[in-house]
């Protein structure tokens, strides 16, 4: 961050919001906004305690199925649609609308098809961050250097051996942005998909500060929500970084 030509660090800046935050919840301007340091001291007292323990194993569940799940079907979709033309034409708008609709708006269809419980909820991690994943990873697969294939055909490579040594691995930066995408977007899902249904994990705790509002509590899990889905970004980011040398390569 630059300020008046200046480079400033962001902990300036994070020290920044952290003051203002702390000022306005101390002055009492809005009831909504505690003090941030009691929101700390709050968070730190319910992160062990077996509610949120167990509210987290609920979440954490959801969130790796679903995603495990957008990650098979994706990467797979992704791969058909960029080598079979037909099936990338038709698909193709389909998935291009999903990734741009509102799919918390098929929540409730999701409800009543699946129930109320961690079933729907993991259907809504699935459909937040799958789409996304198709898109990239048929990006990626269409701009594979045709001379690489042609090569690993001259030297007798099999079918599925083009596909894991030479497709995958070319296609990989973009494949890891678009499951960089699904995973915030998964998280997403679980924060949007478990208010809606209420009485599993995080989405419980949220539906049970806001309506008594314990507004320390509430935002204590919306930072532990923010962080989680941060270093999940990070560490993919990371995995990003370390693959530059294909896209470079390519």
Not at 102 to 107: D, G, N
Not at 136 to 165: C, H, N, P, W
Not at 206 to 225: D, N, P, R
């Amino acid at each position: 961050m630059q300020l008046f030509g200046k480079k400033i660090p962001l902990s300036v800046s994070l020290l920044f919001w952290f003051l203002v935050w702390e000022f306005i919840g101390r002055v009492g301007v809005l009831s909504i906004f505690p003090p941030l340091t009691r929101i700390i001291v709050t968070g730190v007292t319910i992160l062990p305690s077996e509610k949120f323990i167990k509210a987290a194993e609920i979440s954490l569940r959801s969130f790796a199925i679903g995603m495990s799940l957008a990650l098979i079907v994706g990467i797979a979709l992704g791969v058909l649609m960029a080598r079979a033309k037909t099936v990338g034409e038709i698909l193709g708008t389909w998935v291009n609308v999903f990734v741009s609709a509102p799919i918390s708006a098929l929540v409730p269809i999701l409800m009543g098809l699946l129930g109320i419980g961690e079933t729907t909820v993991v259907a809504t991690v699935f459909l937040f961050a799958v789409f996304v994943i198709v898109l990239d990873t048929q990006v990626g697969i269409s701009k594979a250097d045709k001379s690489l294939i042609e090569m690993a055909r001259s030297f007798g490579a099999r079918r599925y051996q083009i596909y894991t040594k030479v497709l995958i691995l070319s296609a990989l930066p973009e494949i890891l942005t678009g499951v960089r995408l699904g995973a915030i977007r998964g998280v997403k899902g679980v924060v949007i998909g478990q208010p809606l249904v209420s009485i599993i994990g995080v989405g419980e705790l949220f539906e049970l500060y806001s309506k008594y509002f314990l507004m320390e509590e509430f935002w204590a899990l919306v930072i532990v929500v923010f962080a989680f889905a941060f270093l999940v970004s990070e560490a993919i980011a990371y995995l990003e970084r370390r693959v530059e040398y294909y896209a470079s390569a390519r």
